[in-house]
């Protein structure tokens, strides 16, 4: 039904910045919100920012004024514009979308894009 494909991560020196994407894809279907969240090897997935239907957006304090969540609801699209990226950013990156099929919501996961920060 509904398929995520991330797409910008890569290796950056500390300080850089970074351009995740990720496109939702298929049919039938309509996205409310969609977030971000990483896991770096050994800790649990985390919550780095979400984008809800509305205006209103919410950030780990670890990245706020750093990251920034944006969509293009014309492209089923959301972003994550990294900034001043640090070594402790270092994770896989998955995008959360909730989306609606008929009557119903559905959580879907990206399969992850890595980001790593080089000192």
């Known amino acids: 039904q509904v398929q995520l494909v991330e797409s910008g991560g890569g290796l950056v020196q500390a300080g850089g910045s970074l351009r995740l994407s990720c496109a939702a894809s298929?049919?039938?279907?309509?996205?409310?919100?969609m977030g971000w969240y990483r896991q770096a090897p050994g800790k649990q997935r985390e919550l780095v920012a979400t984008?809800?239907?509305?205006?209103?957006?919410n950030y780990a304090d670890a990245v706020k004024g750093r990251f920034t969540i944006s969509r293009d609801n014309a492209k089923n699209t959301v972003y994550l514009q990294m900034n001043s990226l640090k070594p402790e950013d270092t994770a896989v990156y998955y995008c959360?979308?909730?989306?609606?099929?008929?009557?119903?919501?559905?959580?879907?996961w990206g399969q992850g894009t890595q980001v790593t920060v080089s000192s």
């Open positions: 298929g049919s039938s279907f309509s996205v409310n919100a």
């Open positions: 959360k979308a909730r989306v609606r099929i008929g009557t119903y919501d559905y959580l879907y």
């Open positions: 984008f809800t239907a509305g205006i209103n957006t």
